[in-house]
């Protein structure tokens, strides 16, 4: 099942403008992680931030994580055309038969406009 | 390669006939993981090789679905009598160790299709 859920599910912006995407989570967890998909591809993992981290940076990207409120938020700064993609969060726990298996929210399609 | 390479990138089958879906992981990388994509929607956990343990295999929907891992590096799904809900987009991703902090690395899927 789903563990994440994600806001909003679809988000079009111009270029140059921030864009600001949720997750909520159910569990308790090790890590969160942050990843892309352009249309017809695979995921490219973005950031990871463990839980006692509350913030973290790469590049234009800002991730934020609050586990009281079990919930991320990744930023974008200054976006750009060639972010138009399916942003996912995906929630980490160690379980000793599962390694580290991947609980996928369900996305937010950013769209950004030139 | 560089990269995971899945093969087919597309499959059309019969209902009721049996697929195999092909996943070569980054040399080196120990875990392997098998994911399906619905349409429009997030990825659910199929099954998961670490080295030589036992493989994970929690998240396969039916008896219809089995995996193997020869050798530490290929796998293959497989999927008898496939029915119509078995269509999907199926992704494999690989990673150095199975530690929490292992990023995975994706292929870019098999688009199966079950007429």
């Known amino acids: 099942s789903q563990q994440g859920e994600e806001d909003p599910q679809a988000l079009s912006i111009q270029e140059g403008e921030n864009a600001t995407m949720n997750c909520s989570y159910k569990t308790s967890i090790n890590n969160l992680q942050w990843y892309r998909q352009n249309s017809g591809r695979g995921l490219v993992h973005l950031i990871l931030i463990r839980s006692n981290e509350r913030e973290k940076h790469s590049g234009r990207l800002r991730v934020t994580l609050d586990t009281s409120k079990k919930s991320s938020s990744l930023l974008i700064t200054a976006s750009r055309a060639a972010d138009t993609a399916s942003y996912f969060c995906a929630t980490a726990e160690a379980r000793e038969t599962s390694g580290s298996r991947l609980t996928f929210g369900e996305g937010t399609q950013l769209t950004v406009n030139p | 390669g560089a990269g995971v390479s899945q093969s087919p990138s597309n499959k059309v089958t019969e209902k009721g006939k049996d697929v195999e879906l092909r996943c070569d992981p980054i040399?080196?990388?120990?875990?392997l993981y098998w994911y399906r994509q619905s349409l429009g929607q997030g990825l659910e956990f199929l099954i998961y090789f670490q080295g030589n343990s036992a493989p994970d295999k929690s998240g396969l929907p039916s008896d219809r679905f089995s995996a193997e891992r020869t050798g530490g590096s290929v796998s293959t799904l497989t999927i008898q009598r496939t029915q119509q809900e078995d269509s999907a987009v199926y992704l494999c991703a690989s990673s150095l160790a199975s530690g929490l902090d292992q990023p995975q690395h994706f292929g870019d899927g098999t688009r199966l299709s079950i007429l």
């Open positions: 040399s080196g990388h120990t875990a």
